[in-house]
């Protein structure tokens, strides 16, 4: 995949995890923690031997927006142990 591609995933899969879980990091950092859920979601999936129902785009779409909704989840939690 080419940089723009991880650009689109990122934003997609950040924004609609911010959506779902709330977060309002703003957009730079909803591409950012959209790539990062891609790593996370990656590794989440195959650790629990969990193929995506989709391919192509979707399925990364789908696997990188869990793993960013996981990774907002833990972000969420440390933010407010923080406080």
Known sequence: MDILT???VGLVAGVLAS???GGGFGIIADIVI?????????????ALG???????????????FVGACVLLL???????SSV
Not at 35 to 46: C, K, P, S
Not at 50 to 64: C, D, E, H, K, R
């Open 50 to 64: 969990v193929s995506s129902p989709f391919g192509g785009m979707a399925g990364t779409i789908l696997i990188a």
């Open 19 to 21: 959506l779902v879980v």
């Open 34 to 46: 959209g790539i990062v859920g891609a790593f996370v979601g990656a590794w989440l999936f195959r």
């Open 74 to 80: 833990i972000l969420r939690a440390f933010r407010r």
């Open 6 to 8: 991880w650009i689109i």
